[in-house]
């Protein structure tokens, strides 16, 4: 099973198109159904997880005011990132370690 990013109902759009355009697959989940998780859906990265990911989520950190990702280790420990921008390198770095990630955006999108 490939790295699973939960995702929450504003800025799902902006980072399933963000990681397209950055040549990342992935497959869409769904918990199964009476299961009552945080997130409704979640994704599953297909392949390798690298650079082209890690730069995906640090523009989707970058552009979205009050985006959040949190990422759980193998080992347990729980990872904050805000949309201060963090860089894809230390994005990266993270990724190998990662169990699975939450991709947070409380505010509304700006479109809607």
Do not use: C
Not at 7 to 15: N, P, Q, T, V, Y
Not at 31 to 54: D, N, R, W
Not at 76 to 93: C, L, N, P, T
Request: hydrophobic share 40%; net charge positive; charged share 25%.
């Amino acid at each position: 099973m490939g790295l699973r990013i939960h995702l929450s109902r504003h800025g799902r759009s902006e980072l399933l198109e963000l990681l397209r355009e950055n040549g990342v697959e992935f497959t869409k989940r769904y918990p199964p159904i009476g299961t009552i998780v945080a997130a409704g859906e979640f994704i599953e990265i297909v392949g390798v997880l690298g650079p082209p990911l890690a730069l995906a989520l640090g523009k989707w950190l970058g552009r979205r005011d009050g985006g959040r990702l949190t990422f759980t280790l193998k080992n347990h420990e729980i990872q904050h990132f805000d949309a201060r921008g963090y860089s894809a390198d230390k994005v990266s770095k993270l990724l190998s370690e990662a169990a699975w990630i939450a991709a947070i955006q409380p505010a509304a999108d700006d479109h809607k």
